[in-house]
Every structure is written in C-alpha cells, then in structure tokens.
C-alpha cells in the first residue's frame, strides 16, 4: 500500500511539473487568436487598410491607417498580447476617433500572431519578435513622410514591444506608454491568474520556466531594465490598480529615467459598472475606457510639447 502510494504521490508531482513547466508557458506562448470582428467605418471613421512584411521575416501583418484631415502629429499604436488592432479591452476604435478628432492621424497594425496577420511559428514573444513588427511600423511611416512628430504608443505587451524597439535603435519623437508590460514574470502570473484563479504564486515556475527555456525576456532585456536606458521622451500612463501590469514598476521606471512623465490614473471602484465585465482583469489598459477626457489630454499635452524636428 505505501508503494502505491509513493507511486500515486510521484504521478501527481510529475504531473504538476508537467502543467506548470511545460504546459502553461505553451498555452501562454500560443494563446488562441482573438478575432477582428470591426472596423473604422463602424464609427464612421475614414480608412484604409495596409499591410507590412517585417525585416525578421516572410510575413504579412495587417494595419489600419486613420489620417486626420488636418494632422499635427501621427500615431503609431500597438496592442497587446492576445488581441488585436481593435483592443475591445482598451476600446481601441474609440480611442482613435478622438484623436484623429484632435489632429493626430493614427496607424495601428496586428502584431505577428494576433488579428489578421501572418503567424512566424514563434508564437507570443513579449517583444522579442514583436519588436521587428513596431520597426516596420516606424519605417512604413518615416517612408511615407508622415507629419510629425511621430509618436509609438504601446498597451500592455505592445509597450514591452514599443520598448525593445527604440531599445534596438528604432527612431521616434516620442514614446507612450499605457499599463505597459514593464516586468515579464510577474505580469504573466498575474496575467495566468485574470484567466484560471490560481495564485500568483503558485505560478512563479510557470513564469521562471517561460523565461528559461522558452525565450521570453528578462534580464538585461527585461522591458522595465531597458527602459530606464531610453533616451526618448515617454509618457507613462498607469492604473495605479492595475491587476496584471502593476503600478510598482511604473513608479520605478519614472524613479529612474529623467525621460519619463508619469500619469497615474483616478482609482475606481471595485464594482464600477463598467469593471463587471472584465473579471479579474480589473482595470488593465481601462484607463481611456474609465477617463476618456483625462486620458486623451494627458496625451495630447504630451504630444504639444514634443520638441519639433
């Protein structure tokens, strides 16, 4: 009977492993699509589609190009891990509308593996790859003499994009942040709880086994430790209680980079109306959803005093 039981125990415990080591860093690499379901014309917004093949590889990713009839500045924006140009979780297309509105024509692509761009294989890379997707972005608009000052604006795992980019040399007047992926362990615990209740952490081997043996970022490629190197003016826009991407970091990378202004958003209620739906996602990338009027002149503020190339 103890030999069964032994036997019994060692199974649970490899299978355990198994789910925290293996399993759910593929489930997070791999995560299921959502689907671009609207469009600009849904709000009556003029547009157009393009398209982009990134320098890394033989894809084709998917983009909406937005002008503003009489633009002072352009645009370019990058969405999260498992959404798409939409981002219904940020409400995306209503975040456009106003600031095409206010004068900034904006661009927004699907990242590799999301909405309707190509797939590279890869899966999500928080950035590593991604950062290949925002450098043809950049470049799309620089060839095209789009009016500055041109702005890269990332959400959530779009900011650890946005970052690693300039990080590698893509050139911008100015970078905006929004309840940016900054520390990639505790964001996926995080992230990994919003979807299955487990604790945080319990789900630190998920984390450590993500970085260690499925390429994604930490260490000197850390977004938050890159960050603070950043030589361009940045915007950080922050729900001081965001559940996923967590205030803490965004206070220590305006602690540390003399580049950075910080924007903390007005708390909300845990059972504000417009929180039911999002479960434990809380308040992540909420904050133009929350307070539009503040969220969008915080960004326009930002934008007018960019210095003018």
Do not use: C
């Not at 080591?21 to 593929?26: G, Q, S, W, Y």
């Not at 797939?119 to 500055?148: H, K, M, N, S």
């Not at 690693?164 to 520390?183: C, F, T």
């Not at 969008?296 to 190339?309: D, G």
Request: neutral net charge; aromatic residues 8%; hydrophobic residues 50%.
């Amino acid at each position: 009977m103890k030999r069964v039981t032994r036997f019994v125990i060692m199974v649970v415990v490899l299978m355990a492993a198994y789910l925290l080591l293996i399993e759910v860093p593929v489930q997070v690499k791999f995560a299921p699509r959502t689907p671009l379901l609207t469009t600009p014309a849904d709000l009556g917004m003029a547009y157009r589609d393009f398209e982009l093949t990134p320098q890394d590889a033989v894809i084709s990713l998917k983009g909406w190009w937005m002008p503003a009839a009489q633009p002072s500045a352009t645009l370019l924006f990058l969405h999260g891990a498992s959404s798409n140009r939409d981002s219904r979780f940020f409400e995306g297309l209503e975040f456009y509308q106003a600031m095409v509105a206010r004068g900034v024509s904006v661009a927004a692509i699907d990242l590799r593996n999301h909405g309707a761009s190509d797939a590279d294989g890869g899966g999500i890379q928080f950035g590593q790859t991604e950062q290949y997707d925002a450098r043809a972005l950049v470049d799309w608009a620089y060839e095209r003499a789009l009016q500055p000052p041109i702005v890269l604006m990332g959400i959530s795992m779009g900011g650890a994009t946005a970052i690693r980019a300039i990080a590698e040399g893509v050139q911008v007047d100015g970078l905006i942040l929004l309840d940016s992926l900054l520390h990639t362990r505790d964001a996926m615990q995080r992230a990994i709880w919003t979807q299955s209740g487990l604790p945080p952490a319990l789900l630190a081997p998920s984390a450590w086994s993500a970085v260690r043996f499925f390429g994604f970022p930490d260490g000197p490629v850390q977004p938050l430790t890159l960050a603070k190197t950043l030589q361009v003016p940045m915007l950080l826009l922050q729900d001081p209680q965001d559940p996923v991407t967590r205030a803490q970091y965004a206070n220590a990378l305006a602690a540390e980079n003399p580049n950075v202004t910080l924007w903390l958003a007005p708390p909300v209620p845990a059972d504000h109306a417009r929180l039911v739906s999002k479960g434990r996602w809380g308040t992540h990338v909420a904050a133009f959803a929350l307070y539009p009027d503040d969220t969008v002149a915080q960004i326009m503020h930002f934008i007018a005093h960019l210095p003018r190339q």
